[in-house]
């Protein structure tokens, strides 16, 4: 899977670079095209060419983006990740997942906040690799994006033994997650976690108990 998916993203890549300049050119000449459209007297065409110019716009978009993810330094490459959150849909997945796995911290932290944002079905086993990772920080974001998920017991299991981490973070974000998964069972390991020494968990277990289906 991981080999499949930097090929898409290289096969994505090529194609952006061999067509970038000339599709930047046909873009915005459909663009002005369509533009005094947007004065049409019937509002089904007005609204239509808005529309159209705006799904235009982001194919203009997503290309600058992934070239800043290819060229530019760790703050713009952090930035063109979230951009892609903006431009949102299957046709950003395989660059996210790329990212999701990268050597960089910074990176895949941010791969798996916009990741779970979008919420896009085909994520999910990216973000359960996540639960895995060798940093807590990138742990953490990717028990948060698992809110918006309908997720596998497999997950749900992993989910589970944060709720032992002890470091004021982890457990913090576990029981928040799976109070938003209604996940009964660990119920009590939540509940538990309110005599917890940091503040932070105690807060997240508070907020998680009040989440819980009664």
Do not use: W
């Amino acid at each position: 899977m991981y080999k499949l998916q930097i090929i898409n993203l290289k096969l994505f890549r090529r194609a952006v670079s061999a067509t970038h300049s000339g599709m930047k050119e046909k873009v915005r000449s459909r663009i002005e095209a369509i533009r005094p459209l947007l004065k049409d007297p019937e509002p089904e065409v007005r609204i239509a060419a808005a529309e159209a110019i705006e799904a235009l716009e982001k194919i203009c978009s997503v290309e600058d983006i992934l070239a800043t993810l290819k060229t530019g330094n760790m703050g713009a490459r952090i930035g063109a990740i979230y951009a892609l959150g903006e431009v949102g849909g299957e046709r950003v997945l395989s660059a996210l997942v790329y990212c999701a796995r990268r050597p960089e911290v910074d990176i895949r932290a941010a791969a798996a906040a916009v990741l779970g944002r979008l919420a896009l079905p085909a994520a999910l086993p990216v973000l359960g690799e996540l639960l895995d990772d060798e940093n807590p920080a990138v742990q953490g974001r990717a028990i948060e994006a698992l809110r918006n998920f309908s997720v596998t017991s497999d997950i749900i299991d992993k989910l589970r033994i944060f709720l032992s981490a002890s470091d004021g973070v982890l457990e913090a974000e576990a029981a928040l997650t799976l109070a938003e998964l209604r996940d009964l069972y660990s119920l009590s390991q939540i509940q538990a976690l309110l005599i917890s020494p940091h503040s932070s968990t105690r807060l997240a277990a508070a907020t998680a108990l009040s989440r819980m289906p009664l």
